[in-house]
């Protein structure tokens, strides 16, 4: 298709403080061909996710993306031309195919995309069956070992990691405390995601509340906001409690380093261990997740929720509103339609 | 022995800053008589250890000493009266007796004695083959769990607890780096205990020296000590590192909540843990320890040094020389001869 434009948002510049529309770059390039072993895909939806915060300002478990390359980012769409057997014309794919309409797709690369099981809308493969809940399965479930009767507190609770990690531990027989940013999320959480109750950090004392609320202590602490909020888990942290760092989506725009926990002894006095992972390192083990995720959704026992901003050039904006607390569930943006 | 007296150290005061002998008041009371099921012991040696300040100051894994109460701490001595079959006069043992010349030590409680075995001089119970050893032993070993040909840096080396860190970790195949206080010390890791490095904090940039001593990263620090060396490790954390906290020895006399680890996110991006431990758990295994430590020292191959202060009335004193890093090894302060 050499007559068409592939419109791409690039990295113009580092970000400081929030991410900002003037970080990017709209720039147009030909249509990429697909050479043999390779499919050529039209990104349908652009999934942001707060890690790309990192991968715009420096080198972090991925080198940082280079000044004037296209961003990187998950995204979906449905392969246009296949030259590969393994794909053909149609298919719904996922992958790092980046902030662009047009990709380059090649299996065994870090570009390899990842065929939709049938039935499956793309905004769900994005999300919840994507590594938004690969994310939150693994880390609940391998570091940070929740037992029947426990009580898991959870922050970014109303986001769609923490969304799911509150469900899938309501699955698992713990109790569940959500940590969000006002009301309506709030509600949510314990009106329609089955959580035990929910702590509204902006109106609330999160670590009064707490108190309240584990008495016994906090077994686990899923943690994707960081600052005040994990000092409070921690504070609370019961005997051989677990914090599994995912996220520290409340560091993420500071342009400063910010403070570190203080109360990070209480892991020495209360035998208790802070782990971290990245989701990238469970891929190989993605399909016993995503088997899991699916039944859970397919019996109802699991909710997903996505909101979908409308138009490539909404690409920025919509994944500022991560950091404000905008978004209701997993960020997406639709920027086409099946052709 | 009812015209004897029996002189105690009891806690007069909570400490702030820098533990001081004001904190302590030198008390007499009456030889006490042991009942049934418990012996009478003449302490020889009090152990000295850098979680005494944190009982003297507050509840922490075990609730704080009560002020007028006898200074909770490790003691060893002999056996002058028995009314347990277990144990005989003039038997040593080692336990939590408290900062007094006499003690009653009852087996099952928390004042149980522990024999000595024969031919073990009651210093070195009381360090490399008693809960210091066992310490070493354990958080390196089950919480740590080195592998050969790992990077482990160790801080507080020259400390009872780093030192025998250091030589454990040399044992199980590791390179070894320590931090400690003076080129003395320092001296002493590399040219005695055989340290593959050392690293004077005083005067040299600790971050610096691990940068260029570890191009790999750190594949586990155990920290004793806490504050920036623990930043400096954590900055240069290896992939899957891990952080044993054992002791956070710089933050002990900070009358405020010292910082938090500001580099915490490290454990996220490379997939770290921090684990904090407390020796009493493992004490139902301690025979596994002191089995493994009491080989190693007959085979010359673990080094044990103890600092003695001589005269019950310089126990304030002693302790305070750990804060202050004026000890070589093992603190003890010996308070009378076998009677």
Redesign the interface.
Known sequence: MPDRLNRQWTLARRPRGLVQAADFRLVEAPVPTPADGEVLVRNLFLSCDPTQRGWMAMD??LPAVRLGDVMRGIAGGTVVESRHPAFRHGQLVTGMFGWQEWAIARPGTGSAPTAVPPGVPLETALSILGLTGITAYFGLLEVGRPQPGETVVVSGAAGATGSAVGQIAKLKGCRVIGVAGGAEKCRRLTQELGFDAAIDYRTEDVAARLGALCPEGVDLYFDNV?GEIL?AALARLALRGRVV????IS?YSDDR??????????????????????VL?FLPRAAEAVGALAGWLREGKLKDRVDVQQGFEQAPAALARLFTGKNQGKQLVKIGDAP
Chains 1, 2 share one sequence.
Do not use: H, K, Q, S
Not at 245 to 248: E, N, V
Not at 260 to 265: A, C, K, M
């Open positions: 972090t478990y960081g000092d760092l995912c996220g520290a560091r380093v910010g403070p570190g926990p203080v109360n990070y002894l209480n892991l020495l006095t209360r035998r208790g261990r802070m782990e971290g992972f990245i390192d």
